[in-house]
């Protein structure tokens, strides 16, 4: 079986194609960097809707895959900036009505966990969601997944995002602010927001921008920014652990591809006993083929949608939607490698 998926959440129009081995045959990928300030729907749409159609060829070809071959198409039905959801979204449309394919909602977040999953080769993991609009730290639980931790006002990426722009560099700010904190000597003290398993930056965002405007510097902020919002991160993810009795971590979203945060995270995991995993970046970072793969498990499933209802839902919650390939798993105890998994998943929803 073969899928093609299609993301257009936000900044990255991408076309992926995957098989059932989890083999990504094709991908390609163009990300929409505004010439200034931050990332503008419509003109953030307007470049998916003219990248799309040869992003699909492109993947198509390096798949080496003709459209008969495909089973179906998969997009990205939210959660996302409207604009930018409908483009990709007609484009999968438009290919499953011409190649008489179903057609495969996918939950961004969801795909993000999903290829982690798949890569990793571990069954039940927790997965830290860190990305620009979204923030989360997600189990699987009786047929969904759950959020058990979440950002409360902007994603962590945003906030690098916005304070990076702030300090006059350009989008994205969160490769620039890593290379910058490493020329970092002096931690400042900024605002360490955690609330139970949840997490805020904006606060971090005012405090910065004051430090800065007191005179300090760019490095140094980079720095604290990147040790307090990561440290903030870590802290949440065990959490989740410690009260879920779990022991094994995936990490996704373009922020996960930070080396900061994957280093903070692998020895917390590591000294907790459990098992550590973060995908290739390329596929940290929003990819048509987490949407194909996930596709590829809902189509399995036997999930697809007429196109007269396949309206894309911006606000769409990770926990909205049934994860309908994973019910199998629920009432039977998964593989159990580690105590720490078994224990896990005897613990209630
Ligand atoms: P996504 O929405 O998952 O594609 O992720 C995009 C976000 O990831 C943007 O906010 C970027 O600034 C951020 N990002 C990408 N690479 C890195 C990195 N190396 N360190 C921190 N943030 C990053
Ligand atoms: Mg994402």
């Keep these: 079986m073969i899928l093609l998926g299609i993301e257009s ?35 953030a749409a307007n470049h998916h809707v003219e990248s799309l159609p040869g992003l699909v060829r492109a993947a198509m070809e390096e798949a080496g895959v003709r459209p008969n071959e495909v089973s179906a198409v998969a997009f990205a039905q939210g959660p996302g900036l409207g604009p930018c959801l409908r483009a990709g979204a007609t484009v999968a449309r438009t290919l499953a009505l011409l190649w008489g394919r179903p057609l495969v909602p996918v939950n961004h977040c969801v ?68 290379a910058e904190a490493l020329r970092g000597t002096q931690l400042l003290t900024l605002p360490y927001a955690v609330h139970g398993m949840d997490v805020t930056f904006s606060g971090m965002l005012t405090a910065a921008l004051a430090l800065h405007r007191a005179g300090a510097s760019r490095a140094d902020l980079a720095y604290s920014v990147e040790v307090t919002a990561y440290s903030m991160l870590t802290e949440i993810t065990e959490r989740a652990l410690a009260h879920r009795h779990r022991a094994e971590v995936v990490l996704g979203g373009g922020v996960a591809c930070n080396e900061r945060l994957r280093g903070m995270v692998r020895s917390m995991v590591e000294a907790r006993g459990g098992v550590y995993f973060a995908p290739p970046r390329k596929l940290c970072v929003d990819n048509g083929a ?41 009432g039977h105890p998964h593989r159990a490698t580690s105590d720490a998994r078994t224990r896990g998943d005897r613990a209630p929803p």
Excluded: C
Aim: charged content about 20%.
């Design 111 to 178: 795909a993000h966990i999903e290829i982690a999953r798949a890569l990793s080769g571990l069954e039940d993991p927790m997965l830290l969601y860190a990305s620009g609009g979204n923030t989360q730290v997600i189990v699987y639980g009786a047929g969904r997944y759950r959020v058990l931790g979440e950002t409360l006002d902007i994603g962590v990426g945003n906030f690098l995002d916005k304070l990076w722009i702030a300090l006059g560099g350009s989008f994205p700010g969160g490769p620039a602010i890593e």
């Design 9 to 43: 959440t936000a900044h990255t129009a991408s076309v992926g194609v995957v098989d059932e081995s989890t083999r990504v045959l094709g991908l390609s990928s163009d990300m929409y960097r505004p010439p200034t300030g931050g990332i503008h729907p419509r003109e």
């Design 290 to 330: 987490m949407v194909a793969w996930t596709g590829l498990l809902a189509h399995r499933a036997g999930v697809s949608i007429e196109v007269e209802r396949s309206a894309v839902n911006p606000r769409q919650r990770t926990d909205q939607v049934p994860a309908d390939w994973r019910q199998s798993s629920d």
